[in-house]
């Protein structure tokens, strides 16, 4: 580790500063292939979401930006703020906050204490340790519960204790391994409306998970990762514009239809749902089967549709598209 930094953020050619460098990673736990020449940048002030199916090595990357993995010499760089994750360890830590998919918190202290623990870790004195946890009690909504027992907290209020504990330190750019795996509807909406405040302030979110719906209302830009390789780095625009392979509609029909799952497989489309059901999830190539095509097999196997929509839009449609299924 160096004693001094004098990296300044790389700023790209459009004049926007660069968060997170990532340039050809690769990363492997003994012979397993992890990461596969990852390359991605995100800018500051982005929510950025890092999306891919399970193993896609969403966690060894958010793990080597967060300096807890040490990259591998010579299997390329990562970056945060200008700074080399393995040369300036310590400024890289200084800035940035993890929160990992899975974290211990201390079931038998408060909140209060569990919060002042981290923040006495960091040497705040006790003065500034009152402001700062009054501080993220309320940023994470937990004002109310400062002096309960973490092991009495709900799963999404103790998502939201993590949040608060990684907030301590003030950091510019969060590292979220996948926060609201596990939370219901509600505990997600508002954990994603802690995010958009704490974006509003001007940190820099990096956010991973499989949850694609949530994200593509979040984020202002994507990595789409699949088996250590990206398949997309860009902004929500550049995602929008992507050229689109598969369709995927809602088919609503009035009543059971036997044989519909035959008569849809005849003409090359996939069909989600059991017989009996009235609820069809179809997806077909849009270069091979057109959708008047589809509807022509419905009707023929004599059902009675009250509703045909189109399903995928945005991140999740790019995210079928640019990833295998059956990972791992
Ligand atoms: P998930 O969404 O399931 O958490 P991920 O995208 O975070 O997956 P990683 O956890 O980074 O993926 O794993 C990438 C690959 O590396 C997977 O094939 C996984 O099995 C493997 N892997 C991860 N950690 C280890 C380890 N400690 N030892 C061996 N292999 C590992």
Not at 43 to 49: L, S, Y
Not at 169 to 187: H, K
């Amino acid at each position: 580790m160096t004693d001094t930094t004098t990296s300044e953020p790389p700023v790209t050619e459009a004049g926007r500063e660069v968060a997170i460098e990532v340039h050809d990673l690769c990363y492997s736990y003994r012979k397993k292939d992890a990461l596969n020449g990852v390359t991605f940048q995100v800018h500051t002030g982005e929510i950025h979401g890092f999306v891919g199916p399970n193993g896609a090595g969403k966690t060894t990357t958010l793990k080597i930006l967060a300096t807890l993995l040490q990259p591998q010499p010579g299997k390329g760089t990562a970056r945060v703020y200008g700074m080399d994750v393995d040369q300036e360890r310590r400024f890289v830590r200084e800035r940035i906050a993890y929160m990992p998919d899975h974290f211990s918190a201390y079931r038998q202290m408060t909140v209060h204490e569990f919060l002042d623990f981290f923040a006495a870790a960091y040497g705040l004195s006790l003065a500034q340790r009152d402001v700062v946890i009054h501080d993220v009690l309320r940023l994470t909504d937990l004002v109310g519960r400062r002096d309960e027992f973490v092991k009495s907290l709900s799963r999404g209020m103790q998502q939201r204790l993590g949040l608060a504990r990684v907030l301590v330190n003030d950091p510019d750019l969060l590292l979220l391994d996948e926060p609201a795996s596990g939370l219901d509807p509600r505990a997600r909406i508002e954990l994603m409306e802690i995010l958009q405040e704490l974006s509003g302030m001007g940190k820099t979110i990096f956010i991973s998970s499989h949850i694609l719906s949530e994200l593509s209302d979040l984020c202002d830009s994507f990595t789409i990762i699949d088996q250590g390789k990206v398949r997309l780095n860009g902004s929500k625009a550049e995602l929008a514009a992507l050229g689109t392979r598969i369709s995927e509609y809602v088919l609503e029909l009035e009543s059971p239809c036997p044989g519909l799952r035959d008569a849809l497989g005849g003409v090359g489309v996939e069909c989600e749902a059991r017989e009996g059901e009235t609820r069809w999830l179809v997806r077909f190539e849009r270069e091979l089967v057109s959708t008047g095509v589809v509807l022509g097999a419905v009707l023929a196997a004599g059902a009675d549709p009250v509703s045909f929509q189109q399903n995928l839009t945005g991140l999740k449609q790019a995210f079928m598209e640019l990833t295998t299924p059956g990972v791992d």
